[in-house]
């Protein structure tokens, strides 16, 4: 008859806290729900690269124009595009890259070909013994999408008044 009485409860107070979740769920935002990106991502015409050579602990740059090859040791990479977003979204960088090994015969091996993402190196990384390669960033954008739209003119026109009985902000001093 306890047990009985406690599982009850218990459904109940789930049942509660259920309900009044779901009451204030429509005023929160979508938190779990993946967001798309509104603007389209920009074109750039130039990929940059950081390179390093595990033997000489050598890091180099490599600013690399698109379809255009560029050498670092015995590997040659060519990026064949490169998209940023805008300033006002997430950082996402992204380019499509080839990356060819020379062979002590001169012939070309691929080793990589795929996306490379700025922001998580690790993820599609050039996998080599003596060199890696990854993707910093774009530059020199050759098309941007239109320009965000203003920010709502009532918005700014109306002040946000604090409550009536809300109680006003006091300073503290600080001692330095």
Same mark, same amino acid.
């Given at each position: 008859m306890t047990q009985g009485f406690c599982s009850n409860r218990s459904r109940i107070r789930s049942a509660l806290v259920i309900a009044g979740s779901a009451a204030i769920w429509p005023a929160m935002p979508s938190a779990g729900v993946a967001q798309h990106a509104s603007a389209p991502p920009i074109e750039n015409s130039v990929a940059e690269f950081s390179a390093l050579d595990k033997v000489? %602990?050598? #890091?180099?740059?490599?600013?690399v124009p698109l379809n255009k090859t %560029?050498?670092?040791?015995?590997?040659? #990479?060519t990026p064949r595009v490169c998209?940023?977003?805008?300033?006002?979204e997430p950082p996402k960088t992204t380019s499509f890259v080839e &990356?060819?090994?020379v062979l002590l015969d001169n012939k070309d091996k691929r080793i990589f070909t795929g996306w490379m993402f700025a922001e998580s190196p690790g993820?599609? %990384?050039?996998?080599h013994p003596v060199f890696d &390669?990854?993707?910093t960033g774009c530059s020199s954008p050759v098309r941007t999408s239109a320009a965000p739209p203003p920010p709502d003119k009532s918005a700014r026109e109306a002040p946000v008044a604090p409550p009536p009985d809300a109680e006003p902000l006091r300073r503290r001093r600080v001692p330095r």
């Open positions: 000489t %602990a050598r #890091i180099s740059k490599l600013e %560029a050498t670092f040791g015995s590997l040659r #990479i998209y940023t977003r805008q300033p006002t &990356v060819d090994e993820l599609n %990384a050039v996998e &390669v990854w993707l």
